[in-house]
Each structure stands twice: as structure tokens, then as C-alpha cells.
């Protein structure tokens, strides 16, 4: 299948700071990602769905603000976590999908990347 | 709105025995359903999906599913577990149109033993 690369896969910060996520489609173009968190023990529950070269939509309840999306590209979505507070210490995992919504054809699976832990202290 | 239920935290069985961990789902319209598994620290991986046609789903690794439409469910089932198998599994579903990102269920753990 496609394979999604996700970086960095731990990172730990300080309060306060600053923190990108980055997601790569590698072998496909991928006009929309999602990206999703999943606390310890706990489903995934989806943040936001990244479309290149437009806004990101947010689910209710995600601050839009905290959590920056920028899709600036067919093969890069980033996430950006600012000023982070430990509450924000989660599992992102980020998807993307191989084939253009805009057909509306899609029956597809999701490909996920491997995951990034952070942990704010 | 779509949801998932995956009624058992866990599911524990022997290894060389069958296995099945269930999932009951609610959409509008007809349904396309999947099943992931996911590692410790890892992402998810794709095991197999129902989307049309034939009810029972071959997939990765020996795993298969049943869909059932008035049971509205969609169980993820192995004849022959292995201590492999032991991981998280995950049931998603998504309308055929509107609203296209996946929800998942909760998980359920798979606890094979040797």
C-alpha cells in the first residue's frame, strides 16, 4: 500500500514552545490528509482535515489557533502545536489518502503514518 | 452523525483457537467499513475493508470480516489466532457521501496467549 512517513516520531518539549509535526505522502499525491489524536488507552479521535492549498477544516472543539495546519503541498501536511502546555503531551497520527476527493469516487483506506509522541514538560 | 461501537475492552483467547472482535456501526446510508491494527507507539495498519459486494472481507494476515446490514455489523474474525496477533484493533466506518473522514471505534485489545 501507500506509505505515509511522519516526523519526528518523539519529541519533548518545554511549556510554552513551539512544536511541528510533519506528514509526507511518499509515493502518492495526496490532496487530503487528516490528522488525528489518541490519548493513552483511547481511540482516535480527528483534529482537522488538511486540503492542499486551502484552509483546514477543524472538528468542534479543536482550537484552530493552537493547533496550525498548513497542506502546502500534494506530499507535506504540517502540524504545528504552539505554545504547548502538558495537556497538549498526546499521540498525533496523520492519514492521507491516495486518491483526489474532488472525484468523489474515493472507497479507499486511509494510509497512517507511524505516530508522534509529545510530551510536554 | 456516524459512530462505532466496539463493545469489549479486550478479547483474550488461545493461540490455534478462533477469534472474533466485534464492531456494530450507525450511518446514514450505506456504509464503507474497515478494520486497522495498531502496534505499541506505532501507526495504524490497514487489515481490510468492506465497501460493496460480497459480506464476508478477505484481509491481511489471515483476518476476515463479515459484513451483516440488519445486525448492522461488521465483526473482524481469524479462524487460527497466533501470539502475533496480539495488538489493538480498530473497527472505522464513513458514509458513501458527505462527511468522508473515518471515525473509529474504540479499540479493542487482542491478548493471544501462547
Known amino acids: 500500500g501507500a506509505v505515509v512517513s511522519q516526523h519526528p516520531s518523539r519529541v519533548i518539549c518545554k511549556s510554552g514552545t513551539s512544536v511541528k509535526i510533519e506528514c509526507r505522502s511518499l509515493?502518492?499525491?495526496?490532496?487530503?490528509m487528516f490528522w488525528y489524536r489518541q490519548f493513552p488507552k483511547q481511540s482516535l479521535m480527528l483534529m482537522a482535515t488538511?486540503?492542499?492549498?486551502?484552509?483546514?477544516?477543524?472538528e468542534q472543539g479543536v482550537e484552530k489557533d493552537k493547533f496550525l495546519i498548513n497542506h502546502a503541498s500534494l506530499t507535506l501536511s504540517t502540524l504545528t502545536v504552539t505554545s504547548a502546555h502538558p495537556e497538549d503531551s498526546s499521540f498525533y497520527i496523520c492519514?492521507?489518502?491516495?486518491?483526489?476527493?474532488?472525484?468523489?469516487?474515493?472507497?479507499?483506506?486511509?494510509?497512517f503514518g507511524e505516530g508522534s509522541r509529545l510530551t510536554v514538560l | 452523525a456516524q459512530s462505532v461501537a466496539q463493545p469489549e475492552d479486550q478479547v483474550n483467547v488461545a493461540e490455534g483457537n478462533p477469534l472474533t472482535v466485534k464492531c456494530t456501526y450507525s450511518?446514514?446510508?450505506?456504509?464503507?467499513l474497515f478494520w486497522y491494527v495498531q502496534y505499541p507507539n506505532r501507526g495504524l495498519q490497514f487489515l481490510l475493508k468492506?465497501?460493496?459486494?460480497?459480506?464476508l472481507v478477505k484481509g491481511s494476515y489471515g483476518f476476515e470480516a463479515e459484513f451483516n446490514k440488519s445486525q448492522t455489523s461488521f465483526h473482524l474474525k481469524k479462524p487460527s489466532a497466533l501470539v502475533s496477533d496480539s495488538a489493538l484493533y480498530f473497527c472505522?466506518?464513513?458514509?458513501?457521501?458527505?462527511?468522508?473522514?473515518?471515525?473509529f471505534g474504540s479499540g479493542t485489545r487482542l491478548q493471544v496467549q501462547p
Open positions: 492519514s492521507a489518502r491516495d486518491t483526489p476527493y474532488e472525484l468523489g469516487l474515493y472507497t479507499g483506506e486511509l494510509f
Open positions: 509515493d502518492f499525491q495526496a490532496t487530503t
Open positions: 488538511s486540503n492542499e492549498g486551502s484552509k483546514a477544516t477543524y
Open positions: 450511518v446514514s446510508g450505506n456504509p464503507y
Open positions: 468492506y465497501i460493496t459486494g460480497d459480506n
Open positions: 472505522a466506518v464513513r458514509a458513501t457521501t458527505g462527511r468522508r473522514a473515518l471515525t
